[in-house]
């Protein structure tokens, strides 16, 4: 069996003008990143055709170390749409230098189903990372420099003891979590502690991708808040002057990049959030993109449903004005009997009693999606160690409640592979009479958002606030930040907020640690349990197996 790259390898790439063409760019508006890529300008996207697009989602169930294929799946129904004569563009996220070095891999797909050219998309790419790091960073340096200038005029009064606003790098590095600042004397500032975090988690990231253009940019990085005066006074970016600047390193960054699927369709990819701290999709920029150029939009959110297509939906679709015409739940054997309780080392074996036991988490997903007003259509993504049995399964279980299910071998066939999936999808657009609702609405009570979440999404009996939290929430009543949607962190490795509950949890409490503000993301976060912002690497990284030769030919990227 041939790897990613080596499928990829094998693939004569087409310019990217031509990619272009099918969308009907001019090749005056493409900014030109070498032969393969480009960037778009915002001038692209016209708001009639992002009415008439038709939007769809692809999510998974709860993630599994076994691994559900989302990326792979979005790439192959574009590809498989494309095939039945459907104009369709994929909008994916940036992947993350961290998990490309470390234990996850790259965010590209795999197989005949992948984005291209993969590597420089795993890289450097067009340097949007690069830029939300600098402007990150450049506040953080405007902090403390604030902090220690003695000029009573131009000081703040910033109390140290409030900033929350780290640093941030695009690399996964657990000793730079928590650190010591402006030791060395007088002349190296205030110390403090503080510490990194990586860059996917900088609230900048959430800011780009859900901005509209650059000045609503520049108008959400002053919205960032960075604590409180000694005078218990609110500080925000903009009081440090902060905002100007940081828009100008991001005037690139914020346009759309242009790259191909394995099969020569247009693929859009833009922005990368976390999806447990952030809303884990791409730009909404990147998205009207697509829909401005494309009849048909696939796009995907992190995790499984109930993190990251809860905030597409309930988020991003809010803000921005989008309404998905069809979510397809991806969901695979091995999946469900992982989380039916078969052992991680067993699950190539025949396991019927397995599989059965794992329904209940795509059931409690299928549930969620109908809860929006959406039809979902579930996407079995296909490994070879599965038996008919198992497959046939899944098809009854789905069958019963009403929904369809396909079966799809996007590795292995690419978008010929997603044919019979392009097509269920595309009638459930024609004829499906549901509407999109959000969850909840943006103006009830802090209290009562995260409690409908939790019980209707989740499944949680109750929701528990630490003292922390209920000091955050007057905090939060205080600044006059009610109005603004949740977006809550925990484990996207169970419905729960305890990763050691697999399969569908019933009867748990929910306890929210801790509420931060990003105000200039414009959101809550409800904190869950632990989460991770800066990652650290596994005792073998995949760096490891990362090469290049005399011919700058790179090796080892999946």
């Known amino acids: 069996m041939k790897s990613d790259i080596e499928i990829a390898r094998g693939i004569k790439l087409k310019p990217i003008q031509d990619i272009a063409k099918k969308l009907k760019i001019k090749q005056s508006d493409l900014e030109l990143y070498g032969k393969y890529k480009a960037k778009l300008p915002l ?26 294929g989302k990326t792979t799946m979005s790439i192959g129904l574009t590809q498989g749409m494309n095939r039945i004569g459907k104009k369709t563009t994929v909008v994916l996220r940036e992947p993350s230098l961290g998990p490309v070095f470390g234990i ?59 900033v929350l606003w780290k640093r941030v790098m695009d690399m996964n590095d657990r000793a730079l979590r928590d650190v010591v600042i402006g030791l060395g004397g007088t002349g190296s500032g205030i110390p403090r502690e503080t510490g990194f975090d990586i860059t996917a988690a900088s609230e900048i990231m959430a800011i780009l991708c859900l901005s509209n253009d650059l000045m609503d940019l520049k ?14 006074k609110p500080i925000y970016a903009r009081d440090l002057k902060a905002n100007g600047a940081m828009t100008a390193l991001l005037k690139d960054a914020i346009k759309p990049n242009l790259v191909q699927t394995i099969e020569g369709n247009p693929a859009i990819i833009h922005g990368g959030p976390f999806a447990n701290i952030a809303q884990g999709t791409n730009t909404v920029i990147a998205t009207r993109m697509g829909m401005s150029l494309s009849d048909y ?40 009997k992982y989380h039916g309780g078969a052992d991680l080392k067993s699950l190539n074996r025949s396991n019927q009693k397995a599989v059965k036991g794992g329904l209940e988490n795509l059931e409690k997903h299928i549930e969620n999606v109908l809860q929006f007003g959406i039809e979902p259509v579930i996407a079995i993504n296909q490994f070879t ?40 999808v595309v009638d459930v657009i024609a004829n499906s009479k549901k509407k999109f609702k959000p969850m909840y609405d943006w103006k009830w009570s802090v209290e009562k958002k995260i409690e409908t979440v939790a019980t209707n999404i989740y499944g949680a009996k109750a929701v528990d606030y630490t003292r922390k939290a209920k000091a955050d929430l ?18 996207q490795k169970s419905l729960s907020d305890n990763p050691k509950l697999l399969g569908r949890p019933k009867d748990f409490l929910v306890t929210v640690r801790e509420i931060e503000i990003a105000a200039g993301a414009h959101f809550l976060i409800p904190i869950t349990g632990n989460i991770m912002r800066m990652p650290g690497l596994p005792s073998v990284p995949s760096s490891e197996h990362i090469d290049i030769d005399s011919k700058g030919n790179i090796s080892g990227l999946f």
Not at 124 to 151: C, P, R, V, W, Y
Not at 154 to 159: E, R
Not at 219 to 232: E, P
């Open 385 to 424: 160690t599965d038996t008919k049995a198992e497959i046939q399964i899944v098809k009854d279980k789905c069958e019963a409640m009403g929904v369809k299910a396909v079966l799809c071998n996007v590795w292995g066939k690419g978008g010929k592979g997603a044919e019979d999936l392009a097509k269920t």
């Open 104 to 162: 996850k891999g790259g965010a590209t797909g795999g197989g005949w189903s992948q984005v291209l050219p993969m590597e420089d998309i795993n890289l450097h790419f067009t340097g949007d990372f690069s830029a939300i790091e600098k402007a990150h960073n450049l506040l953080a340096a405007l902090i403390d420099n604030n902090i220690q200038n003695k000029n009573a005029d131009l000081n703040l009064n910033i109390d140290p003891r409030t």
């Open 43 to 68: 001038s692209l996207i016209k708001k009639s055709n992002v009415n008439k697009c038709n939007l769809i989602l692809v999510t998974a169930i709860s993630p599994t170390p076994a691994g559900e």
């Open 297 to 336: 939009v696939v796009t995907e959110a992190g995790f499984g449903c109930d993190l990251g297509a809860e905030k597409f939906l309930d988020i991003k679709c809010v803000s921005a004005g989008l309404s998905p015409k069809a979510i397809v739940l991806v969901a695979t054997i091995r999946a469900l």
């Open 474 to 491: 007057r905090k939060i009543k205080k600044l006059g930040l009610e109005h603004l949607p949740i977006c809550i962190a925990k484990t």
């Open 219 to 232: 108008k959400r990085l002053g919205n960032i808040f960075v604590g409180f005066t000694f005078d218990k």
